[in-house]
């Protein structure tokens, strides 16, 4: 096995994870699979700002996990579900950091949607 770099969220590169305002609704093929209001915001340097959703609060029946892996040197390892709707399957629409590093650690527990294969909305009610 290779040695993976970790690295710490820096002045150059911030990460900051803090609660979410509001609901957050998810619908992939306009099927709802997520609905909470206890999403947290991770803001990644100058990325687009990232849901991420407690588990407990997705349609879990709809979720396959599949193989996909890949890793971040300031999230660790991610993994990956597809989501199946009455429309059809939509493969890796998920990832999940299921043991994150300890600059994230808020994030376990928690999956994330990808914005082009899932309406991710979130309103303050």
Partial sequence: MTERSVRQPTAEHPITVTATTGRVVVRVNGETVADT???LTLQESTYQAVQYIP????????????????YCPYKGDAGYYSV??????????IW??????????AIAGHVAFYPDKAEITVSVE
């Fill in 84 to 93: 199946t709707t009455t429309a059809g399957t939509v493969d890796d629409a």
């Fill in 96 to 105: 999940t950091y299921e043991e994150p590093y300890p600059a994230v650690g």
């Fill in 37 to 39: 209001r206890n999403a």
């Fill in 55 to 70: 588990l407990s609060d997705v349609e879990r029946k709809l979720l396959t996990r599949t193989d996909t892996t890949t």
